[in-house]
């Protein structure tokens, strides 16, 4: 395999990673000792790093830390990771492969704000519209948006905009709530089965951001009769795919061990 690394650079970065990863300050000997590089190299690329803001030198000890330069650099990536910009590929790929309706959504002020609709060419379309709110404890959007909430701030929401019944399947008791959303942390999904309106299902997943939080959801939503058996199974599969893809476009980065499911 042909490599274009320049060394210079690649060293550079790994003084970067390595002051990340230490989380504080490290002396010229320390950092030489862990990178198992000379002093004499090392001296010129933290000098330069220093020189471009990227580093800082104390003036009373000499020690180097992570600079300013890379603070305003991270602000431009994050503001950069608009959620429905980075999303709408993957939500676009994934109607194309379940030709059923997808929907990206985010959580406010307790209710379910649709931000990105792809409709199915499908028959029995969804009725649904960017921009609509919709309960959160009714709409497999909701529900796994609110399972990674605070508990307390899940009892606020329920307190401030109710249990209201829609189907004969929706959720109305708060204990029943509880355990429903501690299912779906678990599973890493959430389904609606008919609980907004009869004959319709959803299968939900949580996207996160470059900090690890739960910022959005998207899912499939489609008549029970289309999505069941092993058509709900691929649904489930490529909806909580599709979520971790967005995930990673929006920067993060899963602990090693862990996965999209994870708190």
Known sequence: MVTTRIRSVAKALT?????A????????????????????????????????GYLEQSPFDGRYRLGVR?????????????????????????????????????????EVLYIDKRESRQSLRIVSQVGMRLPAHCTGVGKVLL??????????????????????HTITDPRQLEAELAKIREMGYAVDNEEI???????????RNHNGKVCAAVSVSGPVARLEGEKFRLAVEQ????????????????????DISGT
């Open 147 to 168: 399972a990674y909430l605070h508990p307390s701030e899940v009892k606020r929401i329920i307190a401030t905009k109710g249990l209201a019944r829609y189907t004969r």
């Open 21 to 52: 990863a230490h989380q504080g300050d490290m002396s010229l000997g320390e950092i030489a000792r862990a990178l198992d590089l000379p002093k004499s190299t090392l001296h010129g690329l933290l000098a330069t790093l220093r020189d471009f």
């Open 70 to 110: 890379l603070f305003e650099i991270g602000n431009i990536v994050a503001n950069n990771w608009d959620v429905r910009k980075v999303a709408a590929p993957h939500i676009q790929k994934l109607v194309d492969e379940l030709e059923e309706t997808v929907h990206l959504v985010v959580l406010d002020k307790g």
């Open 239 to 258: 909806v909580v795919r599709t979520a971790a893809e967005i995930s990673a476009g929006l920067g993060y980065r899963p602990a090693v061990g862990s």
């Open 15 to 19: 003084i970067l990673d390595l002051l």
């Open 197 to 207: 309106m009869d004959s319709l299902r959803c299968v939900a997943a949580p996207i």
